[in-house]
């Protein structure tokens, strides 16, 4: 599915408070509780929320993500406002690494007139995106092929990785704690993000305002270690603050 506006909102809203009642969610949008209850079948038929008897909840676990197609849809316009931004930033004539995400495969996608680049990447989708811009040599990383998302893994990727050091490292991430972690659901992909982050001379993080506050697992790296953050919108308490202390410039997508 592609959510309507309201939808996407209501999403914000479970992710805030992990779980709240249908009643609640119909006052706070000023809505029926049959739209309510629409919203939420047609969100949780598409493995975006899940039900409970009187209420809705985030599905995915500290353990596993949003299924990848799903997360294709999910914010699409705000990835598009990020990766326009991003590009935006981006020189000519410059090296990259740029990692698995659906956020940075919108940024591929507006680097196509880009020239002079020389792209590495662990993302076969990056990969095919950038191979259709002449003036960009594309270097993919070796490794396990995830069958899910066409992102490679292993720790052949991290020997290949290190062999590098590029002008930018471009990451996405899956969750920013309020404790000011970085955090993604497989161990494996976290190792590639380390090496990037490792042999990049500055890193770029790509986050839209959904992965502030949620939970994952795996410690990728802490906001101290990155030196711009694109988002779309203004990160929520304690972020601005931590921000600003961790010396990160944030650079808010707004429409």
């Keep these: 599915m592609n959510p309507s506006p309201r939808q996407l909102q209501l999403l914000d809203a479970v992710r805030r408070l992990n779980s709240v009642s249908v009643e609640a969610l119909a006052e706070q949008f000023g809505v029926t509780l049959q739209t309510v209850?629409?919203?939420?079948?047609?969100?949780?038929?598409?493995?975006?929320?899940?039900?409970?008897?009187?209420?809705?909840?985030?599905?995915?676990?500290?353990?596993?993500?949003?299924?990848?197609?799903?997360?294709?849809?999910?914010?699409?316009?705000?990835?598009?406002?990020?990766?326009?931004a991003v590009a935006a930033e981006v020189p000519n004539d410059c090296s990259l690494i740029i990692n698995i995400g659906t956020t940075?495969?919108?940024?591929?996608?507006?680097?196509?007139?880009?020239?002079?680049?020389?792209?590495?990447?662990?993302?076969?989708?990056?990969?095919?995106?950038?191979?259709?811009?002449?003036d960009c040599e594309v270097i993919v990383a070796g490794g396990v092929v995830r069958s899910r998302d066409r992102g490679i893994v292993g720790e052949?990727?991290?020997?290949?990785?290190?062999?590098?050091?590029?002008?930018?490292?471009?990451?996405?991430?899956?969750?920013i704690e309020a404790d000011g972690t970085l955090r993604d659901f497989d161990y494996r992909?976290?190792?590639v993000a380390r090496a990037i982050i490792g042999h990049s001379r500055v890193i770029w993080m790509a986050a839209d305002h959904?992965?502030?506050?949620?939970?994952?697992?795996?410690?990728?790296?802490?906001?101290?270690?990155?030196?711009?953050?694109?988002?779309?919108?203004?990160?929520?308490?304690?972020?601005?603050?931590?921000?600003a202390d961790a010396g990160v410039t944030l650079k808010v997508c707004n429409p």
């Design 37 to 84: 209850r629409r919203d939420v079948r047609l969100l949780s038929d598409a493995g975006l929320l899940a039900r409970f008897h009187g209420g809705v909840r985030v599905p995915s676990s500290t353990i596993e993500n949003i299924a990848y197609r799903q997360r294709q849809q999910l914010n699409d316009e705000p990835k598009r406002r990020i990766a326009r």
């Design 104 to 134: 940075t495969e919108a940024i591929a996608r507006e680097l196509l007139g880009h020239k002079g680049l020389r792209v590495i990447t662990n993302n076969l989708n990056v990969a095919a995106i950038l191979s259709d811009n002449p």
């Design 156 to 175: 052949v990727t991290v020997d290949f990785i290190q062999q590098f050091k590029v002008d930018i490292g471009l990451i996405g991430v899956s969750a």
């Design 189 to 191: 992909e976290v190792k």
């Design 210 to 243: 959904s992965k502030f506050n949620r939970p994952a697992m795996v410690e990728l790296g802490r906001l101290d270690q990155v030196d711009m953050l694109f988002t779309d919108q203004a990160p929520p308490e304690p972020f601005p603050a931590m921000l």
